[in-house]
Structure formats: C-alpha cells, structure tokens
T-cell receptor, first 110, second 117 residues
Framework: DVKVTQSSRYLVKRTGEKVFLECVQD?????MFWYRQDPGLGLRLIYF???????EKGDIPEGYSVSREKKERFSLILESASTNQTSMYLC?????????FGDGTRLSIL | AQSVAQPEDQVNVAEGNPLTVKCTYS??????LFWYVQYPNRGLQFLLK??????LVKGSYGFEAEFNKSQTSFHLKKPSALVSDSALYFC???????????????FGKGTKLSVIP
C-alpha cells in the first residue's frame, strides 16, 4: 500500500513565522500535490510537482512556496504565516492515477 | 477548464436504505472521474474511478458509481447504507487531454453523508 506521511497532525504557529509542512511518500511517485481544505470550499490546489526540482502553481499559490529536492519529499512553506492560512493541509502523491493522500496537517495561525 | 459540482452539501439516509451522492462534471474532452471518502480528521481515501469502459464502476466498501455521458454525471451509490458510511464524500475529475502537470485533479466541494440508525 502507498503511504503518504505528513510530519505533523496538528500545528500551532504565530503570525509572521515561517512555517514548514513536510510530506514524504514511499512509492517512488513522480507527482506530488499540496492542497488546503476549508469548509464549504472543498480542496483547493496550492502547488504540485511532477519531478524533482520541478514545481507548478495551482489555484491558490499566493503566500506559499514549495521545495522538492528529493523525489520522496515535498515541502510546503508559508513564508510569513497569516491568520487566513489557518486550514487543513493535505498532501497527495500519484504515479498516474489515482492520488493517494496523507492524513493532513491541521494548522492554526494565531 | 474542468469543473465538478456536488449539488448537495448534505445527504441524510436511514440505515439499510439505498444512498446516492450526486456529482456532475464539465471537461472539454473525455473525463477521468474519481470518488474519495474522508473520515473525520483523516485524509482522503480513494473509493473508485472511471477511466473508460463499463458505465457502472464498482469500488471499495460496496460502493458503485454510474457514469452517464449525456448527463455529464457520475453519481455514487450504495444499495444499503451503513452507519459507518457517514463521512464526507468528494467527486473529482481530470480531463484526459490536459497537458503538462496533467495528473492534477479538480475536486468538488464535498457532500456530507449522514446515515441515521
């Protein structure tokens, strides 16, 4: 079974902090994705990557950046956290289809 | 551009009754369609997919979905609902003709299913 591991289930940070969310997959998948999930809005794609060091903006990239130095790891970075970035963050990976998801990180920015 | 609509925010059904969660989609070409389920404080779990072939797709946990090209729909169904089916359900679509980065999916906003004992 594919395993996608997100480093933290719950995280509390302060406004202005630089926040790192880590995601690791164990199936040598080329494609990795970061979403945020908000009530009533569903899942919205922040960034995705289809290869090491490759990244593409999704629908809502503002305020975020990503890093993919190794195939198995895809990091989401909040450069200067703001309260409107309080959300559930979901990482996913895929070879072709379907996407496999981690359990999510519930991030609160105070 | 591709899009997905889940017209019902919430569906309530009695245990043992059949359930349907609705999904309609819009793509410029032929679609790949998916259903995912999310239990509280968990990530999304894949239930089933339609790529091509038979319009009735069977998936995990007794769920199935019917692809209807003329109505651009992909409704999720189960003949007999269980209390444990209570969860958030997401429909997703990908246009098979989409280009670079084409494995990204577009998700609906989700439907909360409540199965009442």
């Amino acid at each position: 079974d594919v395993k996608v591991t997100q480093s933290s289930r719950y995280l509390v940070k302060r406004t202005g902090e630089k926040v790192f969310l880590e995601c690791v997959q164990d199936m040598d998948h080329e494609n990795m994705f970061w979403y945020r999930q908000d009530p009533g809005l569903g899942l919205r794609l922040i960034y995705f990557s289809y290869d090491v060091k490759m990244k593409e903006k999704g629908d809502i990239p503002e305020g975020y950046s990503v890093s993919r130095e190794k195939k198995e790891r895809f990091s989401l970075i909040l450069e200067s956290a703001s309260t409107n970035q309080t959300s559930m963050y979901l990482c996913a990976s895929s070879l072709s289809r379907p996407q496999h998801f981690g359990d999510g990180t519930r991030l609160s920015i105070l | 551009a591709q899009s997905v609509a889940q017209p019902e925010d919430q569906v309530n059904v009695a245990e043992g009754n059949p359930l349907t969660v609705k999904c309609t989609y819009s793509v410029s070409g032929n679609p790949y369609l998916f259903w995912y389920v999310q239990y509280p404080n968990r990530g999304l779990q894949f239930l089933l997919k339609y790529i091509t072939g038979d319009n009735l797709v069977k998936g995990s946990y007794g769920f199935e979905a019917e692809f209807n090209k003329s109505q651009t729909s992909f409704h999720l169904k189960k003949p007999s609902a269980l209390v444990s089916d209570s969860a958030l359900y997401f429909c997703a679509v990908r246009d098979i003709n989409s280009g670079a980065g084409s494995y990204q999916l577009t998700f609906g906003k989700g439907t909360k299913l409540s199965v009442i004992p």
